[in-house]
């Protein structure tokens, strides 16, 4: 009964590859998220869906697609793998209503290293 | 703009000790103040939020905030610490006139010895 999880949690790959990470969510929120954390463990966001609609699209390579299939689902698509992807990916949701603040709940995060 | 700082890359405190990890942030209107605790390996996980009405909040694990408007903080307190406590701490900011964006601070560590 995982709120946000994310898979998979570990992901080695090669320099050049395509790779997925996939992200459910059961909460029931209308809002998701993919943030990056890198190795000084700063987070920043990098997309957001609401209602499967991207509202959030920040400096980001062409090479990071999200896709929303439907408001449960945000799974984050990257094309030519480089060194400098590696991170860790965690995706997010919430409920956005003003007055209840929109709390974040994350996911416990994908590992991803660049070889 | 929203931004958040954390001036403290790590705050170390003796276990029985009180704790404090400081944060101060810039928003457009009435911001949504909220703390969030990374222990290893983990996802970030949910602690309080400020919304509106009493400015001292209380959360999970007896960890408290206190919101001062004029000094924009949102200091997160606890009166024992706890060698458990010991973990990565972000403070995150998001205005309450729209839009969806959450930011985050650079985070904080906290140590907490035996």
């Known amino acids: 009964d995982t709120a946000v999880s994310q898979t998979p949690k570990y992901l080695v790959t090669q320099m050049g590859n395509d790779k997925s990470i996939k992200c459910e969510q059961n909460l029931g929120h209308d809002t998701m998220y993919w943030y990056k954390q890198d190795s000084k463990k700063f987070l920043k966001i990098m997309f957001s869906?609401?209602?499967?609609?991207?509202?959030i699209n920040e400096t980001v390579p062409n090479r990071f697609s999200p896709k929303s299939p439907d408001k449960a689902h945000l799974n984050l698509h990257i094309n030519s793998l480089e060194l400098g992807d590696s991170a860790v990916y965690f995706c997010a949701s919430s409920q956005e209503e003003v007055s209840s603040g929109n709390t974040i709940y994350f996911g416990e995060g994908s590992w991803l290293t660049v070889v | 703009a929203q931004s958040v700082a954390q001036p403290e890359d790590q705050v170390n405190v003796a276990e029985g000790n009180p704790l404090t990890v400081k944060c101060t942030y810039s928003v457009s209107g009435n911001p949504y103040l909220f703390w969030y605790v990374q222990y290893p390996n983990r996802g970030l996980q949910f602690l309080l939020k400020?919304?509106?009405?009493?400015?001292l909040v209380k959360g999970s694990y007896g960890f408290e905030a206190e919101f001062n408007k004029s000094q924009t903080s949102f200091h997160l307190k606890k009166p024992s610490a706890l060698v458990s406590d010991s973990a990565l701490y972000f403070c995150?900011?998001?205005?309450?006139?729209?839009?969806?964006?959450?930011?985050f601070g650079a985070g904080t560590r906290l140590f907490v010895k035996a």
């Open positions: 869906y609401n209602n499967k609609e991207l509202i």
């Open positions: 400020y919304i509106t009405g009493d400015n």
């Open positions: 995150a900011v998001r205005a309450n006139t729209g839009g969806f964006k959450t930011i």
